[in-house]
């Protein structure tokens, strides 16, 4: 079964802090992973995906085939980050639905 | 470019009642989808459709129903709104399958069902 696990809630760090983000999935097949990002009052939107390998805002997330994992990692915290985050997967040898898990909010103090 | 358009934004409605959340799109998107969301449940894929004629069900289909007679439009109806549909909507689209389509999102619409 396709499944994306994000076993966080909340988590709370202070600016400069590192902060990492958890996201474990299942998938039989080859997934494509993705992180989204919701800042407060607006849309959801995307914020990297595993294929291209990039660094947006300082983000960056490794696939672990191993670990099944697709971590999402900040080095230094900023407060503008503060928001929810949500990892999702997509598989492509199904029938193109996109899962996410349930979410992770970050709240970055000052 | 409006890329994805939502509505109503917000709606109450009484427990048996029906009605649609519209979702239209001008990217000439293929995929579109709906999620709820729920607090602490994340985002659960209700409905999809791969292209104009063609619609699935996804994780919570139950209680819903879509059409997708355009590439633009893919409305979700409630047919006998109960309080479990209470949630925030989402529709998205996007181009391609995988990992090369990423998913543009309607600004959601919160439904509440009393």
């Known amino acids: 079964a396709q499944r994306v696990t994000q076993p966080e809630k909340l988590l709370s760090v202070f600016k400069g802090a590192p902060v990492e983000l958890k996201c474990n999935y299942s998938?039989?097949?080859?997934?494509?992973l993705f992180w989204y990002v919701q800042y407060s009052r607006q849309r959801l939107q995307l914020l990297l995906r595993h294929i291209s390998r990039e660094s947006i805002k300082g983000f960056t997330a490794d696939l672990n085939k191993g670990e099944t994992s697709f971590h999402l990692k900040k080095p230094f915290a900023q407060e503008e980050d503060s928001a929810m985050y949500y990892c999702a997967l997509s598989g492509l040898s199904n029938t193109d639905k996109l899962i996410f898990g349930t979410g992770t909010r970050l709240q970055v103090f000052p | 470019n409006a890329g994805v358009t939502q509505t109503p934004k917000f709606r109450i409605l009484k427990i048996g009642q029906s009605m649609t959340l519209q979702c239209t799109q001008d990217m000439n998107h293929n995929y579109m989808y709906w999620y709820r969301q729920d607090p602490g449940m994340g985002l659960k894929l209700i409905y999809y459709s791969v292209g104009a004629g063609i619609t699935d069900k996804g994780e919570v289909p139950n209680g819903y129903n879509v059409s997708r007679s355009t590439t633009e439009d893919f409305p979700l109806r409630l047919e006998l709104a109960a309080p479990s549909q209470t949630s925030v909507y989402f529709c998205?689209?996007?181009?391609?399958?995988?990992?090369?389509?990423?998913?543009?999102f309607g600004e959601g619409s919160r439904l509440t069902v009393l």
């Open positions: 998205a689209s996007r181009w391609t399958s995988g990992g090369t389509g990423e998913l543009f």
């Open positions: 998938y039989s097949g080859s997934p494509e």
